[in-house]
Every structure is written in structure tokens, then in C-alpha cells.
């Protein structure tokens, strides 16, 4: 176990059904610490492990999160929220994409953190520390072409990271966290189809992810806009 903390943290993930949040998840509850994790029911696996605990919900749906928090903190706030759940679109110009396919992507990717905050920020402001955790992208400090929607969405978790955190208390931090450069998952393998096997995998990834996220942004109480090292940066 690669870390400086000395005791296991308590540890809520959102999308951990596959990509990123799966392996994060698993990554940290091989470390030792506790996770609680949500997928959407219909991608749910068939039978919930100890250890990450798995939930059925959509960040999308502001009383499923509160249901996910309420039943994650029964014995105490959590140490760390990271919000991972994110879809993205199409690969096309912004006047070819559907109004409804805007509205899904920041309903998932912006609202979702919002709904998100509001389910698990009260028990860690009542406890006094924590740290909340945005997963955002390079495509929400630097746009590319066709990702109109999801650009838009990572640009939006950029400030609202940044007002998040000028809004805690002292004990509380706040971190949009880029994954750093590209992880080969579905999502990268959607808008670059013929490029993404040469990103680093998700699994190798999250190594290094674990680590960054307990040792240096919870143990080191960072906050802002931050970068996963890892060797494919």
C-alpha cells in the first residue's frame, strides 16, 4: 500500500461500472480503503462485492444520489467524493448535434457534479474535512473539434471546482482532476477511433491515480485545477 495515510478513508465514486471509476474503485479498495460506488441499475453487476460496495444510481436523478449518500454515510461522511460518471458525444460540428444530445451530456457531465455535491457536501461540511474530487479532461482546459457538448461540460466542471472551492470552509478542498493525456477507455475509443490503443490503459492508469488522489490531494490538501502523473502523460 503506497501511501501516506495511516488510517483507510471512506471513499464515494460515481460511474464505476466500467472505464475509469471501475478501475479507480478497484484500485483504491485493494489499497485497503473503503469505496462506495454507483452505476446506473441497467449496468449493474449481479452480485454487489463487500468491498467497493455498489449502488444502483444516477447522478442524473438528484433523489438517487441522496439515497446513494444516505446509505454510504450510515457510519460517517465520507473522506473522499470523487464525481468520475460522464458520457460524451458524437464526434460532429456543434450545429449538427441535437439539442437533446446537448442537454444529456451537461445533465451527466455538469448537473450530475451539482446533484452529486448537494447528496454528499453536507456530512462532509458537518465533519469539517474532506476533499470533493470532479473528474474533468484536457478537453475542459483545451477544446478539439466535434466535442462542442463535452468540452462545454468539462470547461463548466473547470469553474465550478473553482467556485466550489473559494466557497469551502477551511478543512474542505475541492479538485477538477484531469486523468492526464488520454486513458484508453470506450469513451477516448469513441471520438478516436484509430488512435486510442496507443493511450495508456485503465487498469496502469489508476495505479498511479490511487496515489495521486490519497497521497497528494487528500494528504497534501490540494485543491484546484489539477493533473493525474502517470506514464503516459
Known sequence: MNTTTQRPLRI????????LGLALSQALAARGHQV????????AAPAAQANPALFSASVAVPEDMRR?????CREGAMDIVVCNAGVINARKPAWE?????????MEVNVLGVVNTLHAFLPA??????????????GWGRSPS?????????????????GSLSADLPEGLHAVALDPGNGVNTKMLAQ???????QYIAPGLWAEHAADYIVDQLHGQKLSGSRTVPHPGC
Open 36 to 43: 462506495f460506488g454507483c452505476q446506473l441499475s441497467a449496468e
Open 97 to 105: 448535434i441535437s439539442q437533446e444530445e446537448w442537454a444529456q451530456v
Open 124 to 137: 462532509m461540511l458537518d465533519r469539517g474535512q474532506g476533499l470533493f474530487v470532479a473528474i474533468s479532461s
Open 191 to 197: 471520438c478516436l477511433p484509430d488512435d486510442h490503443a
Open 12 to 19: 464515494a465514486i460515481t460511474g464505476v461500472s466500467r472505464g
Open 68 to 72: 446513494f449518500a444516505e446509505a454510504a
Open 145 to 161: 473539434w466535434g466535442l462542442g457538448p463535452y468540452c462545454a461540460s468539462k470547461f463548466a466542471v473547470e469553474g465550478l471546482i
